[in-house]
């Protein structure tokens, strides 16, 4: 009688203790088809923390811990396919779908997860034309390489434009209808949001109900879209200071007086390459008195672009920004691809923002009126 009066009490503690760990942690089941390998890895918000999880045929279980309602991303195929859901302790979610595809994996558990999953299922046939596509876009591009052949696919980048503008505008109103859910951050995030043009997300920031404007993704929208603004043509140009390849710190200031062609490249930019003999035409055109050239490459290896500067016999101002992608100037200049150029005038103001180099010559043919001899 004794013994079982103990096991009883034992699991009572036992089934108080499961309780008081469901509330103090979250319960995430995943089954995740097209995995290259066994092991994916999830990061937390809470202790930037990042576990490598090993799965059994695509199947895995985790416990995490989030007090709050935060993101939790899921890299998958060696970081190249990721997904975000969104957690917090007491609950239990669930992740399917396949890692060739992430935009069209399910989340199941919590406000947040429903309704990006809900729109995720009004929208699947839009979503899956949208992987159909890109897949045969890519195919074609590795194709082309390998043949050396040049195949038009104009048919099929249209499509995909239009496809991404149905999805846009079937987010935009989403966050209409739901401007108080983290979801409808998300969405703009996910959706809305041209990296090149992110002042336009404004208007549907500005829908955003004030309790979620403190919430970490729209203050990262909000200054993605502030910092685009202030890189437009008639804004004043971001100082700056960096050491050039001759080892001179140069400012903006360096080039008052002058108008400056700002550039920013890597010595793997394939689209870059042509844009050196047309900078260098250029450099050759108009008067060192009146123009300055400074090309800021954001290779990590430094020695990477000395050999790229030597073969394509770049003679103009040059700095290496070792940063990479995490350089600040980079940042400060809304630069989200290369190449991307800058026309900035005498006065230190953005005349021309993310120009082709062929506009910012016939910026210069009209502005300067003269030609080197």
């Known amino acids: 009688m004794k013994t079982a009066y103990s096991i009883c009490l034992l699991l009572l503690v036992l089934v108080a203790m499961s309780c008081e760990d469901d509330?103090?942690?979250?319960?995430?089941?995943?089954?995740?088809?097209?995995?290259?390998?066994?092991?994916?890895?999830?990061?937390?918000?809470?202790?930037?923390?990042?576990?490598?999880?090993?799965?059994?045929?695509?199947?895995?279980t985790y416990r995490g811990v989030a007090p709050t309602v935060e993101p939790l991303r899921i890299d998958m195929n060696n970081n190249n396919a990721w997904i975000t859901l969104w957690v917090q302790n007491g609950e239990r979610f669930s992740l399917t779908g396949?890692?060739?595809?992430?935009e069209m994996m399910l989340v199941e558990g919590g406000e947040i997860n429903k309704l990006l999953t809900g729109f995720k299922k009004d929208n699947l046939s839009t979503l899956k034309e949208k992987y159909e596509l890109g897949n045969k876009i890519s195919a074609h591009s590795e194709l082309s390489t390998a043949s050396n052949m040049d195949i038009n696919d104009a048919p099929l980048s249209s499509r995909l434009k239009n496809v991404d503008h149905i999805l846009k505008t079937r987010a935009q109103e989403f966050v209409e209808t739901h401007p108080s859910s983290i979801a409808a951050l998300v969405m703009i995030h996910d959706y809305i949001l041209d990296f090149e043009n992110a002042c336009e997300i404004q208007p549907y920031l500005n829908l955003i109900s004030e309790e979620l404007r403190t919430n970490p993704l729209y203050e990262k929208l909000q200054a993605r879209c502030l910092n685009d603004l202030q890189t437009k043509a008639g804004k004043p140009a971001q100082n700056f200071s960096i050491r050039t390849t001759e080892n001179d710190t140069i400012s903006l200031n360096t080039f008052k007086d002058k108008y400056l062609i700002l550039t920013f490249a890597t010595s793997h930019c394939e689209f870059c390459k042509p844009e050196y003999t047309e900078l260098l035409a250029i450099r050759d055109s108009f008067p060192a008195k009146d123009l300055a050239i400074l090309t800021v490459s954001l290779d990590e290896n430094r020695e990477d672009w000395k050999k790229l500067a030597q073969d394509e016999k770049i003679k103009w101002m040059q700095a290496i920004d070792s940063a990479g992608w995490a350089s600040k100037m980079a940042s400060r200049y809304n630069v989200?691809?290369?190449?991307?150029?800058?026309?900035?005038?005498?006065?230190?103001?953005?005349?021309?923002?993310?120009?082709?180099?062929?506009?910012?010559q016939s910026i210069l043919k009209e502005k300067l009126k003269i030609k080197k001899k």
């Open 98 to 102: 396949n890692a060739d595809n992430p």
């Open 336 to 360: 989200m691809s290369v190449p991307c150029n800058y026309l900035i005038d005498k006065k230190g103001i953005i005349i021309g923002s993310k120009l082709p180099v062929d506009s910012i």
């Open 23 to 60: 509330k103090n942690s979250y319960i995430l089941k995943g089954n995740i088809k097209g995995l290259k390998g066994s092991e994916i890895y999830i990061l937390s918000d809470t202790d930037l923390h990042r576990d490598t999880i090993r799965t059994k045929s695509g199947k895995f």
